[in-house]
């Protein structure tokens, strides 16, 4: 609880995964991935509690030896490639006893955020009397390079300004880096892409997404240093 705001952690870890079999309960640094995102909002000062929504027993047996509630599983409509995260957070809070004012949205495929860092977003959320917030980081790549090609193979700038701009005058860009998301509840609904969500938390952090297989080497490397 923070200023007397309830918060309840969701950690979405539905048990299909076409890049990485198993890829939430992979072993990494000798233990399960979703074991990070677990231990790490378990240390958090304001996170009155932590569940997991998953549509497999392997995942929800591993979630709670790590410490997290799982106390049902999620539909099969709701574990779908096409089903959208948003959908299988707002069954866990319908079904679940108690009321919480925000929730925090933790993907395990995110492991590296810290507790520091959640905390801190509980924090600006909550001091910013804002609904939403989605942390992002610093983009290696600036848009102002990028473009696309029409339908007449010219090619067309993503940003409308001049790309003939001194690097050190570029505007900073910024990329949701998928490792926080909060939301004030009430507000939620089916409609809500947590992806837009408003106010800006800056990480900037090594943040390295589980997608594919090069993506657990790297893991690898910064748990090692």
């Keep these: 609880m ?4 309830r918060i309840v ?3 979405p870890a539905r048990g299909g995964s076409k890049g ?11 233990k399960p991935l979703i074991a990070y995102t677990i231990e790490t909002a378990l240390q958090s000062k304001y996170v009155d509690n932590i569940f997991v929504t998953t549509d497999s027993e392997k995942i929800a047996k591993i979630s ?3 410490g997290a509630s799982v106390p049902f599983l999620r539909p099969s409509i709701l574990a779908t490639d096409e089903a959208k995260i948003i959908d299988a957070v707002i069954h866990t809070l319908e079904n679940l006893p108690e009321l919480y004012d925000y929730v925090l949205i933790l993907q395990p495929t995110q492991p590296l955020r810290t507790t520091i860092q959640i905390d801190k977003a509980i924090e600006l959320i909550i001091n910013s009397q804002e609904d939403s917030l989605v942390s992002v980081s610093k983009a290696k790549q ?22 003939t701009v001194r690097r050190q005058d570029f505007q900073d860009i910024y990329i949701v880096d998928g490792s926080i998301y ?14 837009d969500n408003d106010l800006a938390f800056i990480t900037n952090s090594k943040m390295v997404d589980i997608d594919e297989f090069d993506d657990l080497e790297k893991l690898e490397e910064l748990i090692k240093r």
């Design 182 to 195: 909060i939301n004030a509840i009430p507000a939620l609904n089916n409609n809500t892409s947590l992806n």
């Design 9 to 11: 952690a969701i950690i």
């Design 142 to 163: 600036h848009p102002i390079l990028m473009r696309t090609i029409d339908e007449n193979g010219k090619l067309q700038s993503l940003l409308r300004q001049n790309s």
């Design 20 to 30: 990485i079999p198993n890829k939430n309960i992979i072993e990494v640094g000798g």
């Design 2 to 5: 923070y200023k007397g705001k």
């Design 64 to 66: 709670r030896q790590w």
